[in-house]
């Protein structure tokens, strides 16, 4: 089994508008990344409305699927085990490309002790995947495996033990099936490295404040630096010593993801009540009323290392 205490290094990419050609030119180029390391996967897996949440083995004829599969499939996942395991939680390295409700999703996680790998080659091979990609928002972060998903199947997001039950509603309510969220340009945190369109730079910062971009050139030595990633992606790799006061002045200021902004009230039936910091508009200005939740209070973090994912 794996070690829970392990570290793994983890790329996803939002926003992404997928044709059938794109989703085969993606999942063949990023095979053939894998190959370039020496990996083979061990088991695809994918989700099709006659057969949810399969797996099977995996060969050489899964390499080349046909574009009526394709387009009959909402996600494709390609798991490499770790040596000598095989339970769903064993897994060294993670590809997965989805496509639900036409909001495109492509992540990979790489376990760094599985693998025997530094992290800067892990971040390489999430760089060479970017770059597959054309999407509107990623980021690269780095967590141990008992606060990240130890088993993802296509469908079924299950969290590890120790987490805080407040980042286990933000990741179960973070959905790309959720028009609202999609449409917010919100942050879904602050990473050591985030990717970011035109859309997410130009969204306001606060009620009457500077765009996003104009946020963080306003003062690179606290805030960090954009460079131009792609034609469409800028990076924004802020001061890691810093994450958590960023992510408090961006919650204060609206920009980060919170459950409970999609989320009008709490209970059942006729003891519901509504939740006050619900955003009917989550893409108008914004900022948060005292008390703030603790988890984006940059003194939760005091104790933690403020380059990993909680």
């Not at 003062?219 to 010593?241: H, K, N, V, Y």
């Amino acid at each position: 089994m794996t070690n829970l205490d392990s570290y793994v290094s983890g790329c996803r990419m939002e926003r992404i508008l997928w044709s059938t050609s794109e989703f085969l030119r993606v999942y063949a180029e990023s095979l053939g990344l894998w190959n370039d390391l020496g990996w083979t996967p061990d088991r695809v897996s994918g989700v099709r409305p006659s057969r949810p949440g399969y797996y099977d083995e995996f060969d050489e004829s899964k390499r080349d699927p046909a574009p009526e599969d394709v387009d009959n499939t909402k996600a494709i996942e390609l798991e490499k085990m770790a040596s000598g395991c095989r339970s769903d939680s064993d897994w060294a390295a993670r590809l997965c490309l989805s496509n639900f409700r036409g909001n495109g999703v492509a992540h990979q996680m790489i376990g760094l002790s599985e693998l025997g790998i530094t992290e800067g080659v892990a971040i390489t091979t999430h760089e060479r995947f970017l770059h597959l990609v054309r999407c509107e928002y990623a980021y690269i972060f780095r967590q141990q495996r008992r606060f990240g998903y130890y088993r993802v199947a296509p469908t079924v997001a299950e969290i590890g033990p120790g987490r805080n039950r407040e980042h286990d509603l933000n990741v179960s309510w973070w959905s790309m099936e959720n028009r609202a969220i999609v449409e917010s340009s919100l942050l879904r945190d602050v990473y050591p490295r985030s990717f970011l369109s035109r859309r997410y730079l130009d969204a306001p910062v606060g009620v009457g404040g500077p765009s996003l971009g104009e946020w963080i050139t306003d003062s690179p030595i606290d805030r960090g630096e954009l460079r131009t990633f792609t034609d469409t992606l800028t990076e924004w790799s802020p001061p890691t010593d810093r994450i958590p006061q960023l992510r408090e002045e961006l919650f204060r200021a609206g920009r980060i993801f919170y459950w409970r902004f999609f989320c009008p009230q709490h209970g059942i039936r006729d003891r519901a009540r509504p939740e006050p910091l619900y955003r009917p508009d989550p893409t108008e200005p914004w900022e948060a009323p005292e008390p703030i939740p603790e988890v984006f209070t940059a003194a939760y973090y005091k104790d933690k290392d403020p380059g990993l994912v909680y």
